[in-house]
């Protein structure tokens, strides 16, 4: 098992960055990779980040050249620093492990206002 708790969400102003993080605890030998995601009110869950063991990265279009995944594998953590946020990336933000198994964090709330 695998437990993911997300942090840093907020309220910021369009423009403004804000970096989140998530910290991976339990069986960590059984992640093959740790990304990001988002949910809007109304909408579907879409990827925003994700990032292999092996260091290859993904990201949504909607956020190339804003956003920056990174891992720590030292502190099995991985990070999303985001930057000159817009009010549509607006969302709750769900960290994911995945392996033989997908695990999913509690979200934290990004609010971006314009």
């Known amino acids: 098992q695998v437990q993911l708790v997300e942090s840093g969400g907020g309220l910021v102003q369009s423009g403004e960055s804000l970096r989140l993080a998530c910290a991976a605890s339990?069986?960590?030998?059984?992640?093959?990779?740790m990304g990001w995601y988002r949910q809007a009110p109304g909408k579907q869950r879409e990827l925003v980040a994700t990032r292999t063991n092996g260091g290859t990265t993904n990201y949504a279009d909607s956020v190339k050249g804003r956003f920056t995944i990174s891992r720590d594998n030292a502190k099995n953590t991985v990070s999303l620093q985001m930057n000159s946020l817009k009010p549509e990336d607006t969302a709750v933000y769900y960290c994911?492990?995945?392996?033989?198994?997908?695990?999913w964090g509690q979200g934290t709330r990004v609010t971006v206002s314009s």
């Open positions: 339990g069986i960590i030998s059984s992640i093959y990779g």
């Open positions: 994911k492990a995945w392996g033989s198994l997908n695990y």
